[in-house]
Structures are given as C-alpha cells and as structure tokens.
C-alpha cells in the first residue's frame, strides 16, 4: 500500500483546504441563520459558494476516473483527503457538488442510465443546477433488507404506475430537489427476491406524488433538504423512466451504496478531526480546580485516544479506497463493511469526549458538536445498519476460511 499523494493531489488537499477556511468557515454561521429564515430553499449563499468552488475546478470530485467523461479523473484513493476536509462542515460537500444523496444517484445515472436520462438529469445535477433524492426506506418494512420494500411499480401500457409510501427521503423536502430515484418492485412474486426491484425516474412535480411531513433525527429537521416522508398514490412516468430494466433495482442499489457507503466514512474522518481540534483547543484555555484542562491526565487520555482512533479509520478508509480502485468495488466490499462499521463509531466515540470537554456548550448549538453527533448517530443505520453489515461480513469470512 502506498498512500502518498502525488503533486496532483497535494495541489488540491491545499486548495480545498484555503477554501473551506477562507469561504466556508467563516459563513458558518450565517448559512445557519439563512436556512433558519427559508428552511426549504437553498440559500443564495450557497449559490455564490457553489459558484466559487466550480470556478477554482473544485467540482465533482467524488466521481471516480473509471466513469470517463464524467469524471475529474481522481481515483476513490485520491478523493479521501478531500472528503475529509469538505466533511467538516455538514454542508461543506455541497458547496463542491460532492453531496449525498446527489453524488450517489449521479453516479448511477453515468453508469446505468440511458443517453436521455443523462441528457435530461445527470447534466443539471453536475452542473449543480437541480438537487435530487434517493427513495427507498419505507416505514411498514425492515428497510435493512432492501428485499422487504413493498411500493409497487406497474406497467401500463407506455406508462408505469406507481403507489406506496416512503420516508427519510433526504433531500426530498428542498424546493430544488426536481428528481427522485425511486425503488419499488415491479414482480413482487418472482421466486428470486433479488429480482423482484426495479428503480425508476420520478420528477418531484408529478402528480401524485406528496410530500406528507419533513421527518426530524434527533429533533433536527436537517434543512434545507430535510428528510421527507412521501406517499405516491397513482403516479405515472413514462415507460422510458425506468433506469436499465425491469428487475435490475437491488443491482443497481447494491453498485449505488458501495462508493456511498466509503464516502461517508471519509466524511466522519473529517468531522472526528474537526472534533479533536476544538477538543485541544478547548483544554488548552479552560481552567479548572486552578489549572489548564489539559493538565488533567484524563484528558491527554481522551486526546490520545481520539487520535489513535482517527488514525486508524482513516487508514482502513485508504486501504478501502485503494482496493476499490485496483480490484473494482465488489472485491473491496470486506473492506468497505469494515470502515462502514468503524467509521461512524469512532466519531461518536471522538464526538462524545469532545462534548464531554466542551461541558454545556458541547450540547449547544454553539458548536457543531451535538448537531454533528446526531448526523454520526444516523449513519450507524443509513446505507445498512451496523448489524447487517457484520451479519454478512462475518458470514463471508468464515466462508472464506473454510474454502481455503
């Protein structure tokens, strides 16, 4: 393994880097008061950022080189650093076009969808004109098992029909938000539970489609994309809207949440950071029982610690990234459930001490650190719950072991 970073790439980690704290940092606040006034709508701010970002050529970085004219042309390994650093502010990917659910579904559009669908959706949405979001957790269901998804897509005629009800649609509550990639099955009795899904193109405007509430996690309502719980009652696309065919939806979800899946861990690397900074920063200026925190030996413990564990994900993440783009995605996916289970547990547990450090104001909105918690909380379950993932990569070690 070699994780050295070529002039390339050390040219970008700097220029991501003087731009979060020449643009992003110092708005952080203010984006805040913004959405607060006008939850549902991008903020100008972003707009002016978005455009910044895109003139620099900070742009799509997420979209790996094997996607060709899509693609900047940086490897997953290349992108890691820069993940990093975007994730440390919650909504510092986007400024680069680098968000989920955006990033997942433009890259199933570049590499399942038809010349029209990209024409049509993948453009806007690397132009960063339109927003997007992923529809496939219901509530009647255990969405942990993607089989168990129970909203019917069916053909009629030169349409399909769709009906059932979803939620935590992130990004669906934003005015921008113009398109979802929705998963439902169009043969539910099909023998193979693997085929039974199909994932189809529904713009938000169609008629039918309803955004019944934004859901909240942990009592944040994450605007402004939110996270929409929708019912679809008789709502028809045209045949042409299904993306690869009929039966394809699990393929395609299972191709979608791999790179997802490590983007997010590059993502927590970040924020556990960003944690452990404010956390030396904090123990360095309070004073407490007559001395400076950081003379209490509990302290440098919590501080070692963090940064044993900092370390230790974002290597995992590295190997991972690097196995994805030397043996492709599939032979990584040890590697992936991995730093999937790692990741997130590593920045609550980072989160938590400097919370802890922080006292009060750790659970504040005076810092990103509660806020921060919540989102790190949710990614235990989003894009497969810890417990699914080590139910499958226990069960494929072992199967391993016994072939050998």
């Not at 439902?184 to 199909?198: A, F, H, L, V």
């Amino acid at each position: 393994m070699n994780f050295d970073y070529s002039e390339k790439v050390q040219k970008l980690i700097k220029q991501v880097s003087e731009f979060m704290e020449d643009h992003v940092f110092p708005v952080e606040q203010q984006m805040h008061d913004l959405v607060a006034k006008d939850p549902w709508s991008t903020p100008p701010l972003m707009e002016e950022l978005k455009a910044k970002a895109k003139a620099a050529g900070l742009w799509n970085l997420f979209l790996p080189v094997a996607y060709g004219k899509y693609s900047p042309g940086l490897t997953n390994l290349e992108y890691a650093p820069l993940a990093e650093i975007m994730g440390q502010v919650m909504w510092g990917p986007e400024v680069f076009n680098c968000s989920a659910p955006d990033t997942g579904n433009m890259e199933v559009l570049a590499k399942y969808g038809s010349d029209a669908q990209k024409k049509k959706w993948l453009e806007p949405l690397l132009a960063g004109k339109i927003r997007s979001a992923f529809a496939m957790t219901e509530p009647e269901v255990a969405s942990s098992d993607a089989t168990n998804i129970e909203l019917r897509i069916e053909r009629d005629g030169d349409e399909y029909v769709i009906n059932g009800r979803k939620f935590y649609i992130s990004g669906a509550c934003r005015k921008q938000c113009e398109v979802m990639i929705v998963m439902g099955k169009t043969d539910p009795e099909n023998s193979n539970r693997y085929i039974q899904q199909s994932q189809v193109l529904v713009p938000m405007n169609t008629p039918g489609v309803t955004i019944v509430r934004p859901m909240q996690v942990f009592g944040y309502v994450d605007a402004p994309e939110g996270h929409a719980e929708i019912t679809f009652e008789n709502v028809r696309v045209p045949v042409e809207n299904i993306i690869v065919g009929e039966g394809k939806g699990f393929e395609i979800a299972q191709g979608r949440l791999g790179p997802g899946r490590i983007h997010h861990c590059m993502r927590s690397i970040g924020v556990a950071q960003r944690a452990l900074d404010l956390m030396c920063k904090r123990v360095n200026e309070r004073i407490v029982f007559g001395r400076p925190m950081i003379k209490q030996q509990s302290i440098r413990e919590d501080i070692a610690i963090s940064a044993c564990q900092i370390e230790q994900a974002r290597l995992m993440t590295l190997k991972a990234a690097q196995k994805m783009d030397t043996d492709g995605n599939k032979a990584a996916k040890d590697l992936i459930a991995m730093i999937k289970i790692v990741a997130p547990n590593m920045a609550l547990d980072v989160l938590d001490r400097a919370i802890q450090c922080h006292g009060a104001v750790g659970v504040s909105q005076d810092t990103f650190l509660a806020h921060a918690f919540a989102g790190q909380r949710v990614l235990r379950l989003a894009d497969g719950p810890d417990q699914v993932h080590m139910m499958q990569l226990g069960r494929d070690l072992v199967k391993q072991k016994t072939q050998d």
